[in-house]
């Protein structure tokens, strides 16, 4: 009977045991996604550009001092970084976190950076923007950038989360005129437009104005994420949202989704590890 027992409490210790590695191994191991965006608007000098995309750390750690993730960016060898929001959590915030793996990043290439909801919601974000400008992060806060190799140019535009605004009417209107204002500082001849925006749920307005790419996070890949279904559940979208992770297409224009690197509200991910996205353009004949 003694050794039924035993048996039986070493079973639930070991089963025990293995749940937490799983549920362990699915919040902190990092996968890297691949995609390649294919366009005839991406200058020849632009084939095989490749950009890095970082979103939702929620000031999360992967190692002592951001270790596990800055070497894991290092041997992807981008050209660019986008940081497309929630740097940072509303609720644990913590810049130094953030700001000890931004004042690496920038040391690697270029650096460009949205805001998502949470900078809006700590009340904190211009002491944030201050220091990533002083790290030397580009914030892009409803304004364009020219990027140049060999003459050519591709151009970065960056709009404000909405989070200021009450309600999904006013957020949808909102980044409606932040998107407006951004695109008035683009250049003539802009040629192949990219987009940094952090809500996927936007899409709509984003291919209406021929974006040609945009990078969005905010979904966290539907924090659970089961085979045929995709995500549950995912902010604003509600359950079983639309844009959760990877490339969606609609009016010429290209959505990469990120599923992000940390958590919020929900503090478990479950098939669906963090994410790192690295995009390669290439030049359609």
Known sequence: MINKYKKKLLILCIL????????????????TSHLSIES??????????????VSDLHSKSFGSNQKVLVQKIKKLEPDIIVVTGDLVDQKNYNEDISMNLIEQLVDIVPVYYVTGNHEWWSDRFDSLEENLIQ????????????????????????????????GSDGEYALAELSLKDALSTT???????ILLSHRPELFSLYSQNDIDLIFAGHAHGGQVRLPFIGGLIAPNQGFLPEYTAGKYVENGSTMVVSRGLGNSIIPQRVFNR???????LKTSN
């Not at 293995?18 to 990092?30: A, H, P, R």
């Not at 404000?160 to 009450?166: E, G, K, N, R």
């Open 16 to 31: 025990f045991f293995v749940i937490l590695t799983f549920l362990y191994f699915q919040n902190n191991s990092i996968e």
């Open 40 to 53: 005839q608007e991406i200058p020849k000098s632009f084939n095989g550009y490749t950009i890095l995309q």
């Open 135 to 166: 790290a030397g992060v580009t914030v892009m806060r409803n304004s364009s950038k020219s990027i140049e190799v060999e003459g050519e140019r591709i151009t970065l535009i960056g709009i404000d989360d909405p989070a200021q605004a009450i």
């Open 187 to 193: 250049e003539t001849g802009s040629g192949f437009r």
């Open 274 to 280: 963090p994410e790192l996205v690295l995009v390669t």
